[in-house]
């Protein structure tokens, strides 16, 4: 089986950057579409990015197009999230998950067709 390992949560100001890492112990036609998700109290999980693992193509949500990033290293099976200019809305658990048959624009953040998940990594940001 596939296994995520997420990594480079932690706390920073506003407008401060943290880059996540994802580990993966295998890419295989479960994991042609990567995604980060993200979780704040009370609220809904979202999708956060995605990105198809043969094609590179991207896909962000409105609230972080422009300041988030993903991104993949194949020789290390490690996806990552490049977050700049944190705003209070960010904090959340974020989790990394796979997905088959690629991702595309109407199916980039349907958490039902990811397989594998991560256990989260923490991100808060203060004032």
């Known amino acids: 089986q596939v296994q995520l390992v997420e990594s480079g949560g932690g706390s920073v100001q506003a407008g401060g950057s943290l880059k996540l890492s994802c580990a993966a112990s295998a890419y295989t036609y479960n994991n042609a579409c990567m995604g980060w998700f993200r979780q704040a109290p009370g609220k809904e999980r979202e999708g956060v990015a995605s990105?198809?693992?043969?094609?590179?193509?991207?896909f962000y949500a409105d609230s972080v197009k422009g300041r988030f990033t993903i991104s993949l290293d194949k020789s290390k099976n490690t996806v990552y999230l490049q977050m700049n200019g944190l705003k209070p809305e960010d904090p959340a658990m974020y989790y990394c998950a796979d997905k088959p048959l690629g991702c595309y624009s109407d199916s980039w953040s349907s958490q039902n067709l990811f397989n594998t998940w991560g256990q989260g990594t923490q991100v808060n940001v203060s004032p």
């Open positions: 990105i198809n693992t043969t094609t590179s193509t991207k």
